[in-house]
């Protein structure tokens, strides 16, 4: 598959997200392995997961993605050399009955959440570690402090943030002194607002990661019908509107890195295929305008 740069490693240019396999809703164990397995198989060398993946108000099930994550890994016939997990801390889902997530950016916690992943995941050094998001009632240095520190003690080989505006990516590089690797934020047809960042990241040569780049577990099936000139150009190639939207995707800057969550084999054998899609110029630029003008 076509490769994208991470830092100082060369990724897939399409990842697998894997949040859909271990929030509510979420499938049973044989189906996710399943899925994972498909993504290897197909190429993918790039998955991202963070410890909150689990369920709300269920303390045991902290890191039930991380875990399914290394078991699949572990059960895999082909190589694992090249295959990059990149986890995250800084959200929390313990105490949250109603489905929600709670924020702790304080670095005691990121220190004690980076050890707890690398567990979990089998390893010594944890390839990408990404801030999960900003905690208001922490200092955003403060929470990059704890980066720098983890990854001078070796506990992570990358930093990433995520869910950042501009001035916190230039912040979080400058304290990294320049090893911020990426940055995952939104961003779909459906949201734009982060094409700042993306630009940003673009001029730095940083990893951008759109996170629900269909749109979301829930709207991610109606990309087409919520957006006509998507499901036009995906007609008229033979693809489905969502291949079309991460060719998109990838087509605004060699940075970009869809993560498209999957649940099922199909939907990532399906989204990998957007890595050897050529957008026309014409093409392009009627997605562009479709997208801003939705
Ligand atoms: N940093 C953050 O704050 C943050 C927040 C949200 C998500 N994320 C990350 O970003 C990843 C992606 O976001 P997301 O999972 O929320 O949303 P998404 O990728 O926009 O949509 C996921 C859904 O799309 C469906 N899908 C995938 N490929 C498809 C295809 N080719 N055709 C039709 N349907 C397809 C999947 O269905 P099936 O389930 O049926 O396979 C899945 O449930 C997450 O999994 C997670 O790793 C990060």
């Known amino acids: 598959m076509r490769q994208r740069i991470i830092g100082d490693v060369s990724v897939s240019a399409i990842g ?55 078991e699949a890994l572990k059960s895999w016939h082909g190589s694992m050399d090249d295959v990059l997990v990149a986890t995250k801390g800084g959200h929390t889902r313990i105490h949250s009955t109603d489905g929600g997530w709670d924020q ?114 829930t709207g991610a099936s109606a990309l087409g019908s919520n957006h006509a000139v998507f499901a036009e150009i995906a007609n008229a190639r033979r693809l489905s509107p969502q291949v079309v939207c991460l060719a998109w995707e990838m087509r605004k800057s060699e940075v970009v890195i869809p993560i498209p969550g999957a649940s099922r084999p199909q939907s990532i054998m399906d989204s990998v295929t957007a890595a050897s899609i050529k957008l026309s110029d014409d093409e392009f630029a009627r997605l562009e305008a479709a997208a801003v003008s939705a």
């Open 104 to 217: 702790d950016g304080s670095p005691a916690h990121l220190k004690e959440a980076a050890k707890a992943s690398a567990k979990r995941l089998g390893v010594d050094a944890i390839g990408l570690y990404q801030f999960h998001r900003p905690d208001p009632r922490v200092p955003f240095a403060d929470s990059i402090g704890a980066l720098v520190e983890l990854l001078d003690e070796g506990v992570i080989r990358m930093a990433g943030i995520s869910n950042a505006d501009v001035d916190q990516i230039r912040e979080a590089n400058t304290i990294l002194d320049d090893r911020l690797v990426s940055v995952q934020n939104q961003f779909s047809p459906a949201f734009l607002s982060s094409t700042a960042e993306l630009e940003l990241c673009d001029e730095m040569s940083i990893a951008f990661l759109p996170w629900s780049p269909l749109g979301g577990i």
């Open 16 to 70: 697998l997200g894997g949040m859909p396999m271990s929030i509510e809703g979420r499938p049973d164990r044989k189906r996710s392995i399943a899925t994972i397995h498909a993504a290897l198989e197909a190429g993918v060398t790039l998955i991202d997961t963070a410890d909150a993946y689990s369920l709300g108000g269920k303390p045991d099930d902290e890191g039930h993605n991380e875990i399914l994550i290394a």
